[in-house]
């Protein structure tokens, strides 16, 4: 019974990791809604002074969360309410959209990579304890993919690379300007944004094919 026992045990061994190599090459995805990334300075304006973020769980890059704490954006033409806070704080505050809020809210916004935000727009933050009038920050992100610098180098990219990607399925095609991005602390993922996805029939999870 041993001998059937550990026989068994090595074909299930064997299933799991043929299962795990049946596609090396791809990356998962990860879908983003919009959001908003605070400085202390901007949280304390909106939630109160000396307010600490709430998390509710562990998002997939090293050290993010998704917070219980939501805000509402305040442009020219309309209102987005109950927009979640992504932690942890950050030097300044940026809000990242979807193509169709920035039609609701009325307002011009220019595809940006994180962090890109000389010449962004900015619109109002409404919280619980006050408000603010965000001067700039406002950004549709571009299509990216986080990487450590091995998978750089499996992949055979550099950091700021533009390449494109093949996605399989009945909805499957082509994304291109994508860019990626080498950090020692990212996890391998494809971050594209919710409307993008769902043109794609894309769900957290999902794989990908680099093209270069």
């Known amino acids: 019974m041993g001998k059937y026992d550990a026989l068994v045990d090595l074909l299930v061994e064997a299933v799991r990791d043929s299962h ?29 002074p000396g307010s600490q973020l709430t998390k509710i769980k562990d998002i997939s890059q090293p050290g993010q969360f998704a917070c219980k704490e939501t805000v509402t954006l305040a442009g020219p033409k309309g209102v987005l309410e109950k927009v979640r806070i992504l932690g942890p704080v950050r030097k300044e505050s940026q809000v990242e959209l979807l193509r169709s809020d920035c039609f609701k809210l009325g307002i011009k916004v220019p595809l940006r990579m994180s962090g890109e935000l000389e010449g962004t727009p900015g619109l109002t933050l409404i919280g619980p304890k006050g408000s603010i009038c965000l001067p700039r920050g406002v950004i549709i992100a571009k299509r990216h993919i986080h990487m450590l610098p091995e998978d750089a180098q499996r992949f055979g990219v550099t950091n700021g690379q533009v390449v ?49």
Do not use: W, Y
Request: with cysteine.
């Open 164 to 212: 494109s990607i093949n996605i399989d399925g009945d909805r499957g095609g082509t994304f291109g300007n994508v860019v990626i991005r080498v950090t020692t602390t990212s996890a391998l993922e494809c971050h594209i944004d919710m409307e993008e996805a769902n043109a794609m029939n894309l769900k957290n999870g999902s794989r990908i094919t680099i093209i270069k």
């Open 20 to 48: 795990l190599n049946l596609q090396p090459d791809t990356i998962p995805v990860g879908v983003s809604n919009r959001h908003v990334h605070l400085s202390q300075a901007d949280q304390d304006a909106l939630f109160g």
